[in-house]
């Protein structure tokens, strides 16, 4: 072990220079270079808030159906003799066109025997006033002062005279419902409509209330809407106060086909599992045989567009700059980002309707900033109005309402 000293010494010498090196190159090192860093504002667009009055439209959907559906049954009993080439599936029928008709020669024959009881009812009726005649001249030559009244009215034939009347409006009223009946051979049309199922056919035995077809009328249509609770507030629903008050409604199919309606009515009632309030709209001409355009089909699903009333004091903001907690930025007087609280209707679309939280003239950021905080500086690179946001879609809208109202 006679040369472990001296390693152990080489080793030692090795680190302390190494220790010695290393203050000399720290002692020695250069000073950093300082530099300022330049903070730079975020650049962003801002809406300049201006309140106004607004109409919400609430939006709906619902199924197309027919103001008027029918049931056509017999009223009376017979053979089917001949069908409309019209009553069919799909058919245009006008009012009181004849869809069928029932075998008719026992009603006519039942006429015939009614026209004729009248006839002798009426030959009876007039010898019972000659007979009558007769008797009250007969009294009043040979007078009887001390008959009764009853004996008095039996001598004038009074009885038998009512009597005839009696029997005369009894014919009368046979012959009226032979009439009634002749005239039930011929199934007509109530109203101008489309056949939506025929039932029978030629040659068919029908017996009273015997279902024939069914059929619907052409000249209006309507479509049940649901409006949740919190939307009723934005709608001027009609009632018994104000009928003069008919919202307008633009239907829209998939493909984007539009009809033109109005709510007529509500069924006053919340259905009790949904807690909706059921609104109705009224198409007019919705097969569009008086105007030009596309039908729409009963049973079609729509989707409505509903106009609702003015609401004053509302800020419009797009719905994309809304935070977490109903909060937005603002940018105040020293050029930062301050967090807004606010309050907004429950609407759908691209835009939030502030009705508390903000003040006229405050200026919105529009910008998306995901890591800025309170307090950031900001740069504005451009601003708009409020209002700006509102109009476009305003003008398209009520020039849609308007426009599509004109076709009705």
């Not at 159906?65 to 056509?72: C, K």
């Not at 039996?154 to 009347?165: F, T």
């Not at 049940?224 to 919202?247: G, H, I, K, W």
């Amino acid at each position: 072990m006679p040369n472990l000293p001296k390693q152990a010494i080489a080793v030692a010498s090795i680190i302390g220079l190494s220790i010695v090196v290393a203050v000399i190159l720290f002692a020695l090192r250069p000073a950093p270079e300082q530099q300022d860093v330049e903070q730079h504002s975020l650049i962003i667009d801002v809406a300049i808030a201006t309140k106004q009055a607004l109409t919400i439209n609430v939006s709906s959907q619902g199924s197309v159906q027919p103001r008027t559906e029918t049931s056509l049954v017999t009223e009376v009993s017979g053979q089917v003799m001949d069908v409309s080439p019209k009553f069919e599936n799909g058919g245009l029928v006008e009012q009181g066109e004849v869809l069928l008709r029932i075998d008719d020669r026992n009603y006519r024959a039942e006429l015939k025997r009614a026209e004729a009881a009248v006839a002798t009812a009426h030959s009876n009726l007039l010898q019972e006033k000659g007979r009558a005649a007769v008797a009250k001249e007969d009294l009043r030559k040979y007078p009887r002062r001390h008959a009764s009244k009853e004996a008095r009215a039996l001598a004038l034939r009074l009885p038998q005279l009512n009597e005839a009347k009696a029997r005369l409006n009894s014919a009368l009223a046979d012959r009226r419902q032979a009439k009634i009946n002749l005239d039930r051979t011929q199934i007509k049309a109530p109203y101008r409509g489309l056949i939506k199922m025929r039932q029978v056919d030629l040659g068919q035995f029908v017996s009273t209330g015997t279902p024939v077809g069914q059929m619907f009328s052409v000249d209006t249509a309507e479509v049940r809407l649901p409006v949740p609770t919190d939307r009723l507030a934005y709608l001027e629903l009609p009632n018994n106060s104000q009928d003069d008050t008919y919202p307008r409604v633009i239907l829209e199919n998939d493909i984007g086909d539009r009809w033109p309606a109005e709510i007529v009515r509500s069924e006053g009632v919340l259905d009790e599992r949904s807690r909706v309030l059921f609104v109705v709209a009224r198409v007019n001409d919705p097969y569009r045989l008086e105007n030009p355009g596309k039908p729409l089909l009963n049973g079609s699903f729509v989707k409505a567009d509903i106009e609702g009333k003015k609401i004053d004091g509302l800020i419009a903001v797009p719905r994309h700059i809304l935070r977490t907690g109903n909060q937005l930025w603002v940018v105040d007087d020293k050029q930062t980002l301050r967090n807004r609280d606010i309050k907004a209707l429950r609407t759908e679309g691209k835009l939030v309707y502030v009705y508390e939280g903000l003040e006229e003239g405050d200026r919105i950021c529009l910008s998306s900033v995901p890591s800025a905080i309170s307090g950031t500086p900001v740069k504005v690179n451009s601003s708009m109005s409020t209002a700006e946001l509102v109009k476009p879609q305003s003008e398209s809208g009520m020039a849609t309402f308007t426009e599509l109202s004109s076709v009705q």
